[in-house]
């Protein structure tokens, strides 16, 4: 993948296409789990920047970490919450086998606030530690850790709710 990011960086277009093929489903899955149906606005706005900044990417090893906190900033910036200003690689979201189940965690999801769906994308399911979260969103750790416990007690409240 780094030579493909390579290519893309001197301007290669058959290399950019697939750069982004392959970034697509996953920035997708990232953006759409924080801004919801804002999610493809989030994505799209995150591809253009990653086309229009690849050649400032220094290390393309580092690419989607690189991604990963464009594509939180931007979503974050779809929900209207600017608090979050950096974000890691988006989640790969686990297969739930009943569609009901997913319409529920869909729904309680957009109960939370955008910061709060961010730090539970980011720790549960891109699995980062806390530190990283902090380091993709900018933010101190503890303020991290606490925002993770609300986010989570919030989540449960609502979901018990119904």
Known sequence: MEDQVT?????????????????????????????????????????????????TLREPAALRAWVRRIAVRQSLRMTGDARVVSVPDPPEVPVLQDLDTVMDVRETLMRLSPSQRAVLVLRDLEDLSEQEAAEVMDLPEGTVKSGLHRARKSFRQRWEEG
């Open 7 to 55: 290519a893309a960086q001197r301007g290669d277009p058959l290399a950019m296409d697939a750069l982004l093929t392959e970034l697509a489903p996953w920035v997708g899955r990232l953006c759409s789990a924080i801004a919801l149906s804002r999610g493809e606005d989030a994505m799209q706005e995150t591809l253009i920047l990653v086309l229009r900044n690849l050649p």
